[in-house]
């Protein structure tokens, strides 16, 4: 079982930065592939960007790449995302993820379904 617990959101201005953590409990985070998807009001939830085990393989969605960085720390059981030039759809309810199933092509990434544990989600608000 791995518990997930997200923290940073909060409320920016159109161009700023936002850092969002995500504390994973279990001593086996090193192992789980993460991701970061996120949930805009009526609509469904999206892939933002994963990372593999090792950190070594990265993975985003085209409306974030080049903005937004993700990254890990294993010693610390924690995955961050980096957002940078925020834009006003970037609004939504950010959610981490995690999956201890072995990912068989980039497309895999971006399917909610192959994450097994989902923490409860930070708001994240971009005003224009």
């Known amino acids: 079982q791995v518990q997930l617990v997200e923290s940073g959101g909060g409320l920016v201005q159109a161009g700023g930065s936002l850092s969002l953590s995500c504390a994973a409990s279990?001593?086996?985070?090193?192992?789980?592939?993460m991701g970061w998807f996120r949930q805009a009001p009526g609509k469904e939830r999206e892939f933002v960007a994963a990372i593999s085990p090792s950190g070594i393989n990265l993975y985003y969605a085209d409306s974030v790449k080049g903005r937004f960085t993700i990254s890990r720390d294993n010693a610390k059981n924690t995955v961050y995302l980096q957002m940078n030039s925020l834009k006003p759809e970037d609004t939504a309810v950010y959610y981490c993820?995690?999956?201890?199933?072995?990912?068989?092509?980039?497309?895999?990434?971006?399917?909610?379904?192959?994450?097994?544990?989902w923490g409860q989600g930070t708001q994240v608000t971009v005003s224009s």
């Open positions: 993820s995690a999956s201890g199933r072995r990912f068989d092509g980039a497309s895999s990434y971006r399917r909610n379904q192959n994450y097994g544990y």
């Open positions: 279990g001593r086996t985070f090193s192992t789980y592939t």
